[in-house]
């Protein structure tokens, strides 16, 4: 499954690969993390279309579990695998910031090494885009079990989007960028 949204959009959230809805229906980010994501863009003051959505891996890995198709985190092969895709989407899409939806996205292209917990919503020197950070995949807060803990990840989830936004637009504005 490919990416969806504008052809020149300003900001590309990659995220690991679809979930089981995502893969009965086509789409990515329209199961329980994605409804997470549109409610953290809104907050965020980010149009869902104005964004272009996608995964590192484009198929979705699973087992089953009695009638159940359960996640499987992707292997290194799998990310290597479907990397070349990924990487024509960017070209293609050229965004202003990108932004890595959990540790899978963003390992897949800052190194194996790299921690979303040390370094979330911190800008990252890359030539991918003119601004690169990571955040916690939105299917992380749906397993925060208080809501209290829930609301302030969101609220932090919220900020990461807004920083890569505002990123977004001055990166558009400064001398020497289109």
């Known amino acids: 499954m490919f990416g969806e949204g504008p052809a020149a959009a300003g900001i590309v959230l990659v995220g690991e690969q679809p979930g089981d809805r995502e893969d009965l229906e086509g789409h990515p980010f329209v ?3 994605g409804h997470v994501l549109d ?3 809104e907050k965020a003051g980010i149009e869902r279309d104005e964004v272009y959505v996608t995964n590192v891996v484009k198929h979705f890995r699973w087992e089953a579990r009695g009638k159940r198709r359960i996640h499987r985190k992707p292997s290194q092969e ?3 695998a479907c990397k070349p895709w990924l990487e024509a989407e960017l070209d293609r899409v050229k965004p202003r910031a990108l932004v890595f939806l959990g540790a899978t996205a963003a390992q897949a292209f800052l190194g194996r090494a790299f921690r979303v917990t ?3 919503g911190v800008p990252l020197e890359s030539s991918l885009a003119p601004v690169v950070l ?3 995949h939105p299917s992380s807060i749906l397993r925060v079990r208080e809501a ?3 609301e302030a990840e969101m609220g932090r989830f919220v900020k990461d989007l807004s920083t890569a936004a505002k990123l977004s637009r001055e990166s558009q504005s ?3 960028r289109t």
Do not use: C, F, K, Q
């Open 31 to 33: 199961g329980p993390a």
């Open 134 to 136: 990571a955040t916690v």
């Open 174 to 176: 400064a001398p020497g």
């Open 118 to 120: 040390a370094m979330r």
């Open 39 to 41: 409610t953290a863009l």
């Open 78 to 80: 799998h990310i290597e």
């Open 148 to 150: 209290e803990d829930r």
